[in-house]
Nanobody
Framework: QAQLVESGGGLVQPGGSLRLSCTASGIAFIFYRMGWYRQAPGKQRELVANITSGGITSYADSVKGRFSISRDNARNTRNTVYLQMNSLKPEDTAVYYC?????????WGKGTLVTVSS
């Protein structure tokens, strides 16, 4: 059974950093495009960043230069995607969700809350 588990969220001051992790199980991780989405209160879920199976990355304009996505494809030991978030702003406050997609298959994690506040 496919499962995505996020971790690393929390409370951070403006200008601070956090690193989110998402560990996948039950899927052929290396073949999936992995992504991070976020949903702020009262807003729609939006794409933050994604990384293809070949390591090509893309970012929302709002996070370019501040966030970095990476993945560890080591079979059975890692299967993890990361989101390094630097220079955090209050508007980055949201629940961050991990996503795995390949053709017609798509899976979501339950999310981790990131709060940027002084």
């Amino acid at each position: 059974q496919a499962q995505l588990v996020e971790s690393g969220g929390g409370l951070v001051q403006p200008g601070g950093s956090l690193r989110l992790s998402c560990t996948a199980s039950g899927i052929a991780f290396i073949f999936y495009r992995m992504g991070w989405y976020r949903q702020a209160p009262g807003k729609q879920r939006e794409l933050v960043a994604n990384i293809t199976s070949g390591g090509i990355t893309s970012y929302a304009d709002s996070v370019k230069g501040r966030f970095s996505i990476s993945r560890d494809n080591a079979r059975n030991t890692r299967n993890t995607v990361y989101l390094q978030m630097n220079s955090l702003k209050p508007e980055d406050t949201a629940v961050y969700y991990c996503n795995a997609a390949m053709r017609l298959k798509e899976y979501w994690g339950k999310g981790t809350l990131v709060t940027v506040s002084s």
